[in-house]
């Protein structure tokens, strides 16, 4: 009889898998689904999507495609019809001038920014990175190889991002500057003169600026603005948008890129190594999205407008949390350091951490997002379920 000798090999990951984190809203909805999982009832404001199901019209154009065997690859960057919707309707509603070599489809608009980020930093690049930022840039940048110079923005103005708090932090070094407005977590919205002045000094030094404009359909101002409208500094920004918040269509996975086309280029390249193609019926499903009615996406923006009064008014009213206003985006983003210190509280993390295990209402604390002091709430769902949580809340803080 032989013996089997067990040889143990250690694993050895990356140094670049190992440079980032999970990403935090991810590891909240992990939690709150293992809790579900116990029977337990979770009130859930940690998921960042629309609770709205996406447009009937969105989804028969996907069944349509379905039945037509639109079902083969098609080409790496996107359907000529569905990047010529892209612009087309960039065009309309924000008066850009793209043309199709300038567009890239992706798989959701976190897609787009990892390859955008993947084709424009390299090792030691420094990036401008607004606090607090959404989880995913950070890690984004550090995967690429690129070192984060964070941009601490005022809670007391908002989190609001001036250019002029962006040109303090402008060095040589400096390859990028991102932005994302209206802002996840904060909901803070940068003025079009700001977000002008950012681009136009960027373009002046040969930097680059990315525009997270996922949410750029959810601004409550009604004075929405796309840095694309700004045609002549065109050739070193980046505008990223997504469907998944506009059309309510988060786990379609699309997303757009809209730049020059050499940069779009590259990171068709890079697509065209690793995803390929977004999904072909997705892609005629976005058509349908960008050419369809528009009305929903104000029906939505309003809904979204009431929802935030709502919780904001509730979160208020609870004694010991400070809330600002968001101007846009579906998020609340309290501040909870006046219970730091209380019940063996001593962080955000250990806020949303009792908060969901002895309150049941899922948040994200706000240090995957670079604050300490916050949790984010999302309040993209019914006012019944706000209510819920609220009152949940409510008692947790005063039993504290
Ligand atoms: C600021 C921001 N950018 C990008 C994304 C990516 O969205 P998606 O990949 O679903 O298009 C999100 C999603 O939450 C986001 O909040």
């Not at 032989?2 to 050895?12: L, M, Q, R, Y």
């Not at 709150?32 to 009937?56: C, M, N, W, Y």
């Not at 700001?194 to 680059?208: F, K, P, S, Y």
């Not at 210190?341 to 670079?370: Q, W, Y």
Request: some cysteine; aromatic content about 8%; proline content about 4%.
């Amino acid at each position: 009889m032989s013996t089997v000798t067990e040889v143990t090999h250690p694993i050895k990951l990356t140094e670049r898998i190992n440079r980032i984190e999970p990403s935090a809203t991810m590891a909240v909805v992990a939690e709150a689904d293992k809790l579900r999982s116990q029977g337990i009832d979770v009130v859930d404001f940690g998921a960042g999507e629309p609770h709205f199901s996406t447009p009937q019209h969105v989804k028969d154009a996907a069944i349509g495609a379905i039945h037509a065997n639109f079902s083969k690859y098609t080409a790496v960057a996107g359907t000529a019809e569905l990047r010529d919707a892209i612009v087309h309707r960039h065009n309309v509603d924000f008066d850009s001038d793209y043309r199709r070599e300038e567009c890239i489809a992706s798989v959701g608009g976190k897609h787009a920014l990892f390859n955008a980020i993947s084709v424009l930093i390299d090792h030691g690049d420094e990036v401008i990175l607004p606090v607090p930022y959404w989880v995913s840039f950070k890690d984004m940048v550090r995967y690429a190889g690129g070192k984060c110079v964070l941009l601490e923005s005022d809670e007391s103005q908002g989190f609001r991002v001036t250019a002029e708090m962006v040109a303090r932090l402008v060095t040589d070094r400096t390859k990028l500057i991102i932005l994302n407005s209206p802002s996840n977590p904060s909901g803070a919205v940068m003025s079009s003169d700001d977000m002008t002045e950012v681009v136009r000094l960027a373009n002046q030094r040969g930097i680059w600026v990315i525009s997270d404009e996922c949410y750029v359909y959810l601004n409550y101002s009604g004075r929405r603005f796309s840095v694309g409208a700004l045609r002549e500094y065109k050739d070193r920004m980046l505008v990223v948008g997504s469907l998944s918040k506009t059309y309510a269509m988060t786990g379609w996975r699309l997303g757009y890129t809209l730049a020059p086309a050499l940069i779009v280029s590259a990171m068709a390249k890079l697509q065209s190594q690793s995803t390929s193609n977004p999904t072909s019926i997705v892609q005629k499903a976005a058509v349908a999205a960008l050419k369809g009615p528009q009305e929903c996406v104000e029906q939505m923006r309003q809904e979204y407008i009431r929802l935030r009064d709502h919780v904001v008014g509730g979160l208020r009213a609870i004694p010991g949390v400070q809330c600002t206003l968001p101007e846009g985006a579906f998020y609340a983003y309290p501040n909870v350091s006046a219970f730091f210190g209380r019940g063996g509280i001593r962080s955000a993390s250990d806020v949303a951490g009792k908060l969901l295990r002895e309150a049941h209402v899922a948040t994200v604390p706000g240090e995957g997002f670079g604050t300490k002091e916050h949790i984010r709430i999302s309040y993209a769902t019914t006012t019944a379920e706000l209510d819920r949580g609220l009152e949940r809340m409510r008692k947790f803080f005063a039993a504290l």
